[in-house]
Nanobody, 125 residues
Framework: QLQASGGGLVQAGGSLRLSCAAS????????MAWFRQAPGKEREVVAG????????YYADFVQGRFTIERDNTKNTVYLQMNSLKPEDTAVYYC????????????????????WGQGTQVTVSS
């Protein structure tokens, strides 16, 4: 199970830190990613992190504003979001992939096996 938290309402330019806690004892064996879905849009990848945390991926729209990291001792992955924009408004989901490495997942939601419940991020202008 994945439990996401940390969303909220913030003004443009502000920051939020999302957390995703996993119950899996083998959390460190799997790549993780954050996705988001805005109303009327498809779910899209935001950032991903490999099993050890050494490998990361960011969508182009992140443009250096977000940082993904994981703490395998706490079974938790984080997404630090700075310089937030109104277009970042969406429900953010954490996800775990079992069958692929981060790169081989192609950051395709269809390849991710477990999902958190989502946390709403709203950025006001």
């Amino acid at each position: 199970q994945l439990q996401a938290s940390g969303g909220g309402l913030v003004q443009a330019g502000g920051s939020l830190r999302l957390s995703c806690a996993a119950s899996a004892r083998t959390f460190g064996d799997y790549a993780m990613a954050w996705f988001r879905q805005a109303p009327g849009k498809e779910r899209e990848v935001v950032a991903g992190v490999g099993r050890s945390g050494a490998t990361t991926y960011y969508a182009d729209f992140v443009q250096g504003r977000f940082t993904i990291e994981r703490d395998n001792t706490k079974n938790t992955v984080y997404l630090q979001m700075n310089s937030l924009k109104p277009e970042d408004t969406a429900v953010y989901y954490c996800a775990l992939v079992k069958s692929y490495s981060l790169y081989c997942s192609n950051y395709d939601p269809e390849n991710y096996d477990y999902w958190g419940q989502g946390t709403q991020v709203t950025v006001s202008s």
